[in-house]
């Protein structure tokens, strides 16, 4: 990142550039010297396959004659197809050992920093989970030991609510360095919409204090290979991002549509759309749009890292998730896992 420092008399001074950015730069040019390197090399062993050819095609003795005669050098066509085919296999397997080596050296540090990032997310969330519990049970006593009609119990109200954004918060950040890390298994067959419904049940308590109704749509069962916790876990993600944009008195539909190699569970809200950013990038961890509109539209401006944890849950067990629609009236996310395919026994 870089930020420019301005002096007492409001001229721009030397921009000043982050550690970061100062790593990549460093890490771009030792790639680029390495490739260019690699390029070189490729040069030199052709210029150096082509002159001990050409050498080879002369006699020893007519090689260091005091006068050198034209006809020393007679090569077929034949012959020099074969020698330009040789080498330009030879070549091209050359190359490709080069770049898989260079690419190699560069990725191994990328994927030691997100082992290094990941281990500090876990680390940091196990330290953090257990002050906020102790902390949102003090303030649970605090606010069952105020007297009715106290003052400062809409204070402690929104303190728990605040702790338990945190907690929240934590939560998904641990569930999804622990994803990230985790080997998939082989699970049993599940049913997806009696999770889904779990899911709409838990959200619904919420929804309703902001008089929004949550529609379930799920006309069979969907047989998958993927936990019911997790199928919970993805549901609950995406409807809190719905009842956060969806206004007041309207309802979010929840629709689970059954094909022969899939179950698709799509959510349907009632705000204002997805503005600002490509509708890929909502599911990257802290995604961020552009802010509100001058008019005073409200816009989905912040998606925090559910999203991100949902596809890392479907990608883990073979399913996408993506965006259907994003308009004025309503999106539509769209959550896809294969279906599993049903026994003999089961029949």
């Not at 759309?273 to 989905?300: K, N, Y």
């Amino acid at each position: 990142m870089r930020t420019t420092a301005w002096d007492n008399h409001d001229r721009p001074k030397i921009p000043v550039i982050d550690s970061d950015t100062l790593a990549i730069r460093r890490a771009s040019r030792i790639v680029g010297t390495r490739i260019a390197i690699a390029c070189a090399g490729v040069v030199a062993v052709v210029i150096v396959a082509v002159f001990v050819y050409i050498l080879s095609e002369i006699l020893p003795g007519e090689l260091f004659e005091p006068v050198p005669d034209t006809d020393n050098l007679q090569i077929s066509a034949g012959k020099l197809l074969r020698a330009a085919g040789v080498l330009g296999v030879a070549l091209i397997v050359l190359a490709g050992v080069l770049s898989w080596q260079v690419t190699h050296r560069a990725v191994q540090p990328l994927g030691e920093v997100l082992r290094i990032q990941r281990a500090f997310v876990a680390d940091a969330s196990h330290e953090l989970r257990t002050p906020l519990a102790v902390l949102d049970a003090r303030l649970q006593i605090l606010q069952r030991a105020l007297p009715t009609g106290d003052p400062s119990s809409s204070v402690v109200a929104d303190l728990r609510s605040d702790a338990k954004d945190l907690i929240h918060i934590v939560n998904e950040l641990l569930e999804s360095a622990e994803i990230g890390g985790a080997a998939v298994h082989d699970t049993a067959v599940v049913d997806l919409v009696a999770a889904v419904d779990a899911a709409v049940q838990s959200m619904a308590l919420i929804a309703i204090d902001k008089h929004i109704t949550i529609e379930l749509d799920a006309p069979q069962p969907g047989p998958v290979r993927v936990p019911a916790s997790s199928i919970t876990r993805c549901v609950v993600a995406l409807l809190d991002n719905a009842v956060r944009f969806t206004p007041r008195d309207s309802a979010i539909t929840v629709a689970v549509a059954v094909t022969k190699k899939t179950v698709a569970v799509t959510v349907h809200d009632r705000g204002p759309g997805i503005r600002g950013i490509d509708h890929a990038r909502i599911f990257d961890r802290f995604a961020h749009s552009a802010p509100p509109d001058a008019d005073g539209d409200e816009a989905r401006t912040g998606f925090g890292i559910g999203l991100s944890l949902v596809r890392e849950i479907a990608v883990r067990y073979g399913g996408s998730v993506h965006v259907v629609t994003s308009t004025a009236a309503g999106t539509a996310l769209c959550l896809t896992v294969p279906r599993a395919k049903q026994t003999r026994s089961a029949l």
